[in-house]
C-alpha cells in the first residue's frame, strides 16, 4: 500500500508546488500583461495599428495567413501558395510560420479580424517578457527579487529591436525565446530530466523565427552552454556538456520540418544571387552608440531617421535601464556572470560591425552564416545583455550597500547636468529643423531621467520600497514615451473603392493571374488581390522570393513582349486613364475612379500543348531564349535537359483539380506533346502520367512541363518536398527520444 500510495503523494506535491508558483508570480505577470497593454494603449484606445505602412505584417504575412486560413477550412494543409509569383513553396519560408504554434489561432479563423493580427505582432514581447522574467528568478545564475526581475524583463520586452520590428513577428518571435532558451540550458546543464524540456525551447526559435535572429540567438545560447559548460569541475563538466549536447541535437530535430525545408530554399532565393562584393551595407556604425542613450538621436523608425546609412537598430533598452546596467556592472566584477555579460556584449558589438569588424569577416563564408547579411540585427543580443545587467543593478541597490550607491548616485547626477549642458554641442551635426529638435530633446530627456534615476536608486539602497518600485515604474514610463507611438499609425479606413473593379473580375470565371502596373502599386497594390483570392505575377519583395522566377518576371521589358504572354496575365490594372498598353491590351473597366482594368488577349493559358521543343543545358541559356523576341512560346518550349520535340499536332486540356498541393489535368493529343504549367519549378513537385511517375522539367526558364505520349491521358503534379518529409521523420525520432528520456528518468526517480 505504501508504494501504492508514492506515486498520488508525489502528484500532490507537485500539484501543490505549482499552484504556490503560480500565486507567488501571479503578481508579476499581472504587472508584465499590464506593462503591455499600457505600451500598447494606441491600439485600443486611439484606435491606432501597427507598422506604418503596410509594413510586411499587413504587406507580406497577413495574405499568406489568410490563404493557409482559407485552405485549411476546406481540409487542406497548404504547401504551396499560387496566388503569388508562379507559386511559392511557403513550407520553406518559415517566416511565413506555417509550424508556429503562435500562428495557429488566426490559422482557424477567417476572415482572420484585424485585432487578433495586431495581437500577435504584440504577442512576441509579452513573451520575451515573462520569458526574462522567470529566467531572472528561477536560474540558479541569478534567483534574483521580484523588483530585479521586472526591471530587466521591462527593459527587454520594450527596447529597440522589438519596437521597430513589431511589423515582422518572426523576427520578434526569435528574439523574445531567447530567454527561454537560456532557461531550458540551465536546467538541462543541473539535470538530464529536464533534456526535454531544454529541446523544446531549444526548437521553438527554429520553427516560428526568421531564419537569420534565429541564427543569431543560437550564437548566443551556444556561448551561454559552454559558459555554463566550463563552471563545473572536470567529471560535471563531461556530464553538462553530454546532457547540453544532447538537448541540442535533439532540439535541432524537432526544429528539422522548418529547417531542413528552409535550408534546401536558400539556394533558390534572391539572396542566394546577391554577390559577394555586395553582401553589405546593414552593418552597425559606431556613430549609432548615442542611440543608446536616446533613439531620437539619430530618428526612430524609417520617416524620421536622417543619417545616409541604413536605418539599423540600435539596441535602446530605455536610459534608466542602461545607468542601472552601469552600476550592474562596476557592482558586481567579482561576479563570473558579469564577465560573461560582458563578454558576450563584446563579441556581439564586433559581429554587428560586419566586414568594418573583426568577427564576421572570418565565419562570413560559413554555411548558413554566408546567408546572413543583415549583421547589425544581432544588436538585440547587446539588449538582452544590458538588460540583464540593469537587473543585477536593482539587485545591487537593494543590497544595502550605501557608499558604492550614493558615489553612483553622485556620478548619475554630474553626468545628467553634464549631458544638459554639452547636448546643444553634441547635436550640432543633426541637420537643422525637426531633426536636430528631436535630438536635443531626446538627449536633454535622457539627462533628466538620470537625475530621477540618482534619486530613486538612492531610495532603494536604503531598502525604500518607492526607490524600487519608482526605477521600475519610471523605466516603463520612458520606454511607453519613447516607443508607443513610434511604430503606429491611425489604421486605414475601410476602403470600397475599388468594390465594382472586384466585381467585374471576379464575374470573369476563367483561369487567370492578375497584374498591378508599377505606376498602380500604390492605388491597388497587389497583397489586397491575392486576400481577395486573385493570383498575382508578383512575389513580396524580399530576399526571399524564388530567384529565377523573379528575374525572368522583372526581365520582361513589356506587356506585349512574347515572354509576358507565359505568365497567364489576363488583365492589368493600371492608372486612371492609362493609354493602351500595346497591341492587343485595351481598357475594358473603366468605372473606378482612381484605376483602370485592361484586357491583355495575347495571354496564354494557364496550362498549354506544344510540339516543338528546344534543349538546353542551363537556366541562364534558357533565360536568354526566352527573353528573345522572335520567341513563341505557343509554338515552342524552351526544355532544360529534354525532351526534344519536332512534330507538330493537336490536343486539349480540362482542369480537374488545381489547388496548392496538388494539380489535374485531362490531356489529350494525337501527339507526343509538353504540357506547359505557367507554375514556378521548384524541387519537391513529382509529376504521374496515368498514375505512373514521370520527369518534371525545368521549362521556359522558371515554369514546369510534364511530357505527355499520344492519346487521353490523366496528368498530375503533386508537391510532396523530400526535405519536409526527412523534416518530419527528424522531428518524429526527436519525439521519442524526448519521451523515451522522460520514461527514463521517470523510472530512475
Known sequence: ????????????????????????????????????????????????????????????????????????????????????????????????????????????????PAGMVLLRGALPLWLAGAGLY????????????????????????????????????????????????????????????????????????????????????????????????????????????????????????????????????????????????LRRGYEFPPAMLVDFISPAFHGRGPTEFWPSWNPVESGYIGAVALYLALIGLLGNLQHRRTWFLLGLGVLTYALALGYHGPVYPLVSRLPLIESSLKTARAIFIISLALAMMAAQGVEYLQSGRRRPALLWAVGLLLGGILLWWRAPAWVSAVPEGAPRLRALTGLRFAALLAGASALLGWGAARSRLWGRAGLLLLLLAELVATGALAETE????????????????????????????????????????????????????????????????????????????????????????????????????????????????????????????????????????????NFRPEEVAIVQGGPLLEGGGEGRIEVGYYGPNDVVFFVETDAPALLVLSDTFYPGWLAEVDGQPAPLYQTNAAFRGVLVPPGRHRVEMHFRPRSLIGGLGAAIAGGWGCLALWWIERKRR
Not at 492605388?523 to 523573379?550: K, S, T
Open 134 to 277: 522567470l529566467y531572472l528568478r528561477y536560474s540558479p545564475v541569478w534567483r534574483l527579487t521580484r523588483a530585479s526581475a521586472l526591471t530587466g524583463a521591462t527593459a527587454y520586452m520594450f527596447s529597440h529591436p522589438f519596437i521597430v520590428h513589431l511589423g515582422n513577428p518572426p523576427f520578434n518571435d526569435a528574439i523574445a525565446w531567447l530567454p527561454w532558451v537560456l532557461w531550458g540550458i540551465d536546467r538541462a546543464a543541473c539535470s538530464a530530466r529536464s533534456i526535454p524540456l531544454s529541446a523544446l525551447t531549444v526548437a521553438l526559435p527554429i520553427i516560428s523565427g526568421h531564419g537569420e535572429m534565429s541564427l543569431y540567438a543560437a550564437f548566443a545560447a551556444s556561448l551561454y552552454a559552454l559558459w555554463r559548460v566550463a563552471e563545473g569541475r572536470w567529471p560535471e563538466m563531461l556530464r553538462r556538456l553530454g546532457r547540453l549536447g544532447l538537448a541540442g541535437v535533439l532540439g535541432i530535430a524537432l526544429g528539422a520540418p522548418a529547417l531542413i525545408p528552409g535550408m534546401e530554399r536558400l539556394p533558390f532565393t534572391v539572396r542566394a544571387g546577391v554577390p559577394w562584393e
Open 490 to 629: 491611425p489604421s486605414p479606413k475601410p476602403d470600397a473603392t475599388h468594390a465594382a473593379a472586384l466585381a467585374f473580375l471576379r464575374a470573369d470565371p476563367g483561369w487567370f493571374r492578375v497584374d498591378v502596373d508599377p505606376a498602380a502599386r500604390g492605388l491597388w497594390p497587389h497583397v489586397f488581390l491575392q486576400i481577395d483570392g486573385f493570383e498575382v505575377p508578383q512575389g513580396m519583395g524580399n530576399a526571399l522570393d524564388l530567384r529565377e522566377f523573379n528575374i525572368l518576371r522583372w526581365g520582361i521589358p513589356s506587356a506585349t513582349h512574347p515572354a509576358y504572354r507565359m505568365l497567364g496575365v489576363k488583365y492589368i490594372i493600371v492608372p486612371k486613364g492609362s493609354p493602351p498598353g500595346g497591341e492587343g491590351i485595351w481598357p475594358v473597366f473603366i468605372d473606378d475612379p482612381t484605376v483602370d482594368i485592361h484586357l491583355n488577349t495575347l495571354a496564354l493559358p494557364r496550362a498549354w500543348l506544344v510540339y516543338r521543343t528546344e534543349v538546353v543545358g542551363s537556366y541562364g541559356q534558357a533565360l536568354e531564349r526566352v527573353l528573345d523576341e
Open 1 to 112: 500500500m505504501a508504494s501504492a500510495s508514492l506515486p498520488r503523494s508525489d502528484r500532490l506535491v507537485k500539484r501543490n508546488t505549482i499552484c504556490q508558483a503560480l500565486r507567488r508570480e501571479g503578481p508579476a505577470v499581472l504587472f508584465l500583461t499590464a506593462a503591455a497593454a499600457l505600451f500598447f494603449w494606441p491600439l485600443w484606445i486611439a484606435g491606432y495599428r501597427f507598422p506604418k505602412g503596410s509594413g510586411d505584417l499587413w504587406g507580406a504575412w497577413y495574405p499568406v495567413w489568410s490563404f493557409v486560413a482559407e485552405w485549411l477550412r476546406r481540409g487542406v494543409f497548404p504547401l504551396w501558395n499560387h496566388r503569388m509569383m508562379g507559386g511559392d513553396p511557403i513550407i520553406a519560408d518559415i517566416q511565413y510560420g506555417l509550424l508556429n504554434p503562435l500562428n495557429w489561432p488566426l490559422f482557424l479563423t477567417l476572415p482572420i
